[in-house]
């Protein structure tokens, strides 16, 4: 491996290429450190060095961020924004026909396709920032540190515009920088992103854990993590394949077909949406209880219940409900992105079928029963994955960011493979040895 590196540095186009890639990471870097206008940046790392943001919506999108959010950077929103509209445009396919219309014409429907999506994005990030930003006139709130005082050196109508401004303008840069990696660099620019942002908190977060519980308990965890990725990784890479013939037809002169393939279908088909989704809508119950909280104590009881079972990750009914939105939106998103009617009639269209399977309805069926059968297992597999940094948050007082488990292992093994393989992929069109042999 370490000699395919070497020799991807002396392959010039290569070379260029990784460098303009991590010139381009370095500068999202720096970016996430850069100040929005209008916001105190000693007061505000006085508020993170007490905060305890391991739950909830915040903490997960600080998360992909890199920190940059609860610093109210000029990055604070990150690649998020873009997510987000990259999830809601692909399920709207389903159900508008302008959508789905467009899928089907390939590469010129995929770039009507981007360009909503950039649109969406932008108008996201607005909605966002001006989210964080009325958060921030609360910093107690913000930062779930009661002794955090005002962060904004200024709170005018003036100021805070120029603030939802830069943040937008900010998610906008972001996603430039995406597609220039994307375009010029390795490729895989938003994933990459995302990467680095998570990436850049494990050793916050691995000595945050050594200083609370001691190196016995430091390099156990550091030793379970080489666990959990060599897991992840046979996991995410495991795939049934499922065998296709195609017969040979006659098109004027040539014979066409005659050739075996396979479908693949993985044992992980969803990746890491489920995830994504579930910790969403488990922190909207915490946002409702924060909004009709009193300041005299008196609550309602259901404010009372909700801050005593659906706050912290540790409880019973969290868990339980957690480990149910993840296998139901596993299943839900599954369906969503993978039609076997469609796959079959396409195998149907060009004279392909599988073997002892009869085409048409037959093997739509056949396609719909063994994706079921994997995607039990690939359910089972996320929540488990996911329960990681909860039981952490039990036995060593680690937050719901734990590194090895939940979100942030899922992006950052899926992530680096497919980054390999790019790599490889290149090298191996210069007759080079690829990472992977």
């Not at 955090?148 to 900010?170: H, K, Q, W």
């Not at 597999?381 to 039981?391: C, D, F, H, K, V």
Request: hydrophobic content about 50%; glycine content about 8%; some cysteine.
């Amino acid at each position: 491996m370490l000699t395919a590196f070497g020799r991807a540095f002396k392959t010039p186009d290569l070379r260029r290429k990784i460098l303009f890639t991590l010139s381009i990471i370095a500068l999202y870097r720096l970016g996430a450190h850069v100040p929005t206008p209008g916001v105190s940046y000693p007061l505000v790392q006085q508020c993170i060095s007490g905060a305890d943001n391991s739950n909830g919506l915040l903490g997960l999108v600080n998360l992909f961020s890199g920190g940059a959010l609860l610093q109210l950077s000029i990055f604070a929103l990150g690649i998020m924004p873009y997510i987000t509209a990259s999830i809601i445009v692909q399920l709207l396919t389903v159900v508008i026909p302008r959508f789905e219309a467009l899928k089907k014409e390939g590469q010129a429907g995929q770039t009507k396709m981007t360009q909503y999506t950039r649109y969406l994005t932008i108008a996201l990030a607005v909605l966002q920032s001006s989210t964080l930003i009325t958060f921030a006139q609360n910093p107690a709130s913000l930062f779930n540190n009661p002794a955090c005082t005002n962060i904004l050196s200024n709170d005018s109508v003036v100021t805070i515009l120029i603030m939802v401004l830069t943040m937008t303008a900010g998610t906008g840069v972001v996603m430039w920088m995406g597609e220039l990696i994307t375009d010029k660099g390795i490729g895989n620019g938003m994933s990459l992103l995302i990467f680095t942002s998570i990436a850049a908190g494990f050793p916050a977060s691995l000595w945050a854990i050594q200083q609370r519980s001691g190196w016995d308990v430091f390099i156990g965890i550091i030793l379970m993590g080489f666990v959990v990725i060599s897991l992840v990784v046979f996991v995410e890479q495991s795939q049934r394949r499922i065998p296709v013939q195609y017969a040979k037809r006659m098109v004027g002169r040539r014979v066409y077909g005659g050739t075996s393939t396979y479908i693949p279908l993985k044992v992980n088909m969803a990746g890491v949406i489920p995830v994504i989704f579930a910790s969403s809508l488990m922190s909207l119950p915490m946002l409702l209880a924060q909004f009709n909280q009193r300041a005299d104590g008196n609550n309602p009881g259901w404010v009372d219940w909700i801050n005593a079972n659906l706050v912290s990750g540790d409880k019973p009914m969290y868990m339980a409900l957690y480990i149910g939105l993840i296998l139901f939106f596993t299943f839900f998103y599954v369906s969503i992105t993978f039609n076997p009617t469609e796959v079959a009639d396409n195998m149907k269209k060009y004279g392909g079928f599988i073997p002892g399977i009869r085409a048409g309805r037959p093997t739509a069926e056949y396609l719909s029963y063994v994706l079921t059968r994997i995607t039990v297992p690939g359910a089972i597999y996320l929540a488990l994955i996911s329960l990681i940094p909860l039981i952490a948050l039990v036995l060593v007082d680690a937050n719901q960011n734990f590194p090895f488990g939940g979100t942030s292992i899922l992006i950052i093994v899926g992530v680096g493979l497919e980054t390999v393989k790019q790599i490889e992929a290149q090298l191996q069109q210069r007759h080079y040895e690829g990472f992977l042999r």
